[in-house]
């Protein structure tokens, strides 16, 4: 079911390019409201600071090359590299690129399901594999361009590419596999 959206979380969706419907950009197109809206508590989540400045560039809805009867979605974002996102070496550290390939695979997967069903349907992580190409260093400005592979009705997958548009070359390529959760998850209190 479709999550409705208080005035306050209203933003402006003509920045963002792609010809997927308006309540799809309005829905996952401010990365951290989206995923914050799906805590049932006030608690802070990880890489929450680095959710909050991914900018979501694009969101499109198109017939696969390969299968025309079928459709990908395709959502590009963008982020600068913090201090926050570095290893000790200076560079963007591989976990915080397995995380950023989690989490912007998983809202072109969520743009999918809603283009096909018009409700957002829960996954969980079930395989991610993750490429380093080149290091992304402080200042960088990246490109995180995601494309959905499949949407299933147990598994889903989508590729990432994360780009380095400040040295025009490949930093990580990754490919992620979700699922349905089997049931919710039960409390621990």
Known sequence: MTVPLSDEDIFDITRIAGNAPDEIKQTIGDPSAFL??????????????????????????????EEERKTEARVVMEVEVSEDMLNGGGNIHG???????DTCSSLALLALSMANTGDVHPSVSQS??????????????LRIVNTTLTLGARAH????EIWNVTHHRLAVSGTHIKMAPSMPPKSNL
């Open 36 to 65: 914050a809206n799906r805590r049932p508590f006030e608690t802070p989540i990880f890489g929450q600071s680095i959710q909050g400045r991914l900018k979501v560039t694009e969101i499109s809805i198109n017939n696969k090359a």
């Open 95 to 101: 976990g915080c690129s397995a995380f950023l390939v």
């Open 128 to 141: 991610l594999n993750i490429v380093y190409h080149s290091p992304a260093q402080l200042g960088d400005k």
């Open 157 to 160: 997958s989508a590729r990432t």
